[in-house]
């Protein structure tokens, strides 16, 4: 529950432009999250473990 300023919840009181902006950083925000998703399993095969990268190769 959001907290309360008199008989109106606060968020009734923030203005237009401030629920803009923080519409607008919460679409930038959820983007950076998708970019990162989505390069971390860059060109992974679906349903295989994820290849370790790190290990040096069988020579």
Do not use: C, F, W
Not at 8 to 22: C, F, G, L
Not at 30 to 35: D, H, I, K, S, W
């Amino acid at each position: 529950m959001t907290a309360r300023i008199g008989n109106k919840d606060q968020a009734q009181h923030r203005s237009k432009q401030e629920k803009r902006e923080t519409k607008r950083a919460n679409v930038v925000r959820e983007q950076a999250r998708q970019a990162a998703a989505r390069a971390k399993y860059r060109n992974q095969v679906k349903g295989r473990p994820p290849m370790d990268l790190s290990a040096n190769p069988a020579v």
